[in-house]
């Protein structure tokens, strides 16, 4: 795979990067398939009852209140009084469209908590011991120890990211056992960490989802959790694998999807991913580039359905739009676990994944803005988009502006040159992708959970204000895009024992491209 080339240089707390080509995102915001516009419209149609109805009910009552003839009225009264059927008829229509109104209505979802799991100090892989370990595995050729160097450089994450314990080991010992006790630790020290913050008792919880890509042992992960936290006999659990580093947003929508059917309970997601079985110890560049980036890292999420819990809770979910384009076969092998040459596993990374990312997230974004945007930005959108498809006309296709409808952005910290392209295409200011900038620095690319580092990153800043507008937006293998609209329900404080807890004061570094 021919990637950029890149030069580096660190001066005290400052890293300096130059970057000498890259391959870029198509700019998906100056073409909009037609077809998408409308699904994303289908969201608007499906509540059509609900906005039609509430006008006209408010128009009636007015007009009935402005009525000064009283004869009318009375003559009308005495109709109904005498006309049995006709009043049942009346009461009939209005407790059909009540109790349709109360099936139908979507329940909300509140997230009460969420905890990501900071790993011990002696975990951390700053460059250095990193590299030195890498040249002590006879695996690796020159050419590839050199590579990898590079990447480490240029691609984001800082000198604080951690490697799981097998991985510090000499040689590095990737067992079945080692796997498991990495699992164990990030997800229970995560669940931990809800548990006492939250109170809640693991038998409250009715509904159980656990995403993990790469390592889906038997017991499952989540019936590792049932084991250790004693859960009840009748919890609804999950395990997603396979799914990559959007999983995390798919979870939450299961869950959402469970909590419409299941009242008054408990959801809780786990997302993760595995390291320890999945280093690449083979010689293949675009294979090699998973080890620079991926890193230890767990979130877990507490959601209720629960109308009492609104009060105590940080945000409720407004929206999940998912875009898969598994259906062309460059999206759905650009992301790919193989086995090179030699027979080594590792997950190859295409050199066109920055463009599939942007076709997925051109769709994602065309069904989403319907939902989130002003009516302004969408009259001038849809103006421009009429005179461009059916006039023919030579005018240039108005941007919308997502800064408009979000007050934070948390786009899943893949690499450096995704987070890059995100600002360009969405002529997002740097204070909008800090918080993902950030996150990859200190964390790396957690995978499925990064999204969730994120948004603890701006509650610890303080930022987060009641009413504010969070845009979560992840990519996975498959190939995927999924967001996630969540709202805050108050001035929302970091809880104890945060991820950033010990470091925030720090941040944000100084990072110049």
């Not at 160097?149 to 067992?175: C, D, F, N, W």
Request: glycine content about 6%; charged content about 20%; overall charge positive.
């Amino acid at each position: 795979m021919k990637l950029p080339t890149a030069t580096a240089t660190a001066t005290g707390g400052r890293v300096e990067m130059q970057q000498q080509s890259r391959k870029v995102l198509p700019d998906f915001l100056q073409s909009v398939n037609l077809k998408y516009v409308k699904l994303g419209y289908h969201y608007l149609i499906s509540n059509l009852l609900t906005l039609c109805l509430v006008p006209l009910i408010i128009i009636t009552l007015i007009q009935v209140s402005q009525t000064t003839d009283l004869e009318h009225l009375h003559h009308l009264w005495l109709h109904f009084q005498y006309n049995l059927l006709a009043i049942l008829t009346c009461s009939a229509f209005l407790v059909f469209g009540l109790t349709l109104y109360a099936i139908t209505r979507p329940r909300p979802v509140y997230l009460l908590d969420f905890s990501c799991f900071r790993p011990a100090d002696h975990l951390k892989a700053p460059f250095q011991g990193f590299m030195e370990r890498s040249r002590l595995i006879s695996d690796f050729e020159d050419s590839s120890l050199e590579f990898q160097h590079k990447i480490l450089l240029r691609s984001g994450p800082g000198e604080e990211t951690y490697v799981p314990e097998a991985m510090h080991s000499i040689p590095p010992q990737p067992s079945l056992a080692a796997a498991k006790a990495e699992a164990e630790q990030v997800m229970f020290g995560a669940l931990d960490n809800l548990f006492q913050n939250t109170n809640l008792k693991p038998k409250d919880i009715g509904i159980l989802v656990v995403n993990c890509s790469l390592f889906n042992p038997t017991p499952s992960l989540s019936a590792m959790i049932a084991n250790k936290y004693k859960l009840r006999g009748n919890i609804r659990s999950f395990n997603l694998g396979g799914m990559g580093c959007s999983a995390g947003v798919i979870a939450v929508d299961l869950a959402r999807e469970l909590l419409q059917v299941h009242r008054n309970t408990y959801a809780v997601v786990v997302s993760t991913e595995n390291i320890t079985q999945n280093w690449y110890f083979g010689n293949k560049k675009s294979m090699l580039i998973p080890n620079c980036l991926f890193r230890v890292g767990c979130s877990a999420v507490l959601l209720s359905n629960k109308s009492v819990d609104r009060k105590r809770a940080k945000y409720r979910l407004v929206h999940v739009v998912r875009t898969h384009r598994g259906a062309d076969d460059k999206a759905f092998r650009c992301i790919y676990q193989e086995q090179d040459d030699a027979g080594k596993t590792g997950v190859s990374l295409s050199k066109d994944l920055i463009a599939i990312a942007g076709v997925a997230l051109k769709t994602n974004i065309t069904i989403l803005g319907p939902l989130v945007l002003p009516i302004s930005e969408q009259l001038l959108f849809f103006a421009t988009l009429i005179m461009k498809k059916l006039f023919k006309a030579d005018v240039k296709p108005y941007i919308p502006d997502f800064k408009l409808a979000f007050d934070h952005f948390c786009i899943h910290a893949a690499g450096r040159a995704v987070i890059d392209e995100l600002e360009k295409n969405l002529q997002l200011l740097p204070s909008h992708v800090e918080a993902s900038r950030m996150t990859l620095h200190r964390f790396g690319n957690t995978s499925s959970s990064s999204i969730w580092y994120e948004l603890a990153y701006t509650e610890a800043k303080g930022r987060m204000r009641k009413g504010n507008r969070v845009w979560q937006i992840a990519f996975g293998s498959g190939f995927k895009c999924n967001s996630a609209v969540w709202e805050a329900l108050c001035n929302v404080r970091p809880s104890p024992n945060g991820p950033w807890e010990d470091c925030i004061d720090k941040y944000p570094v100084e990072i110049l491209t």
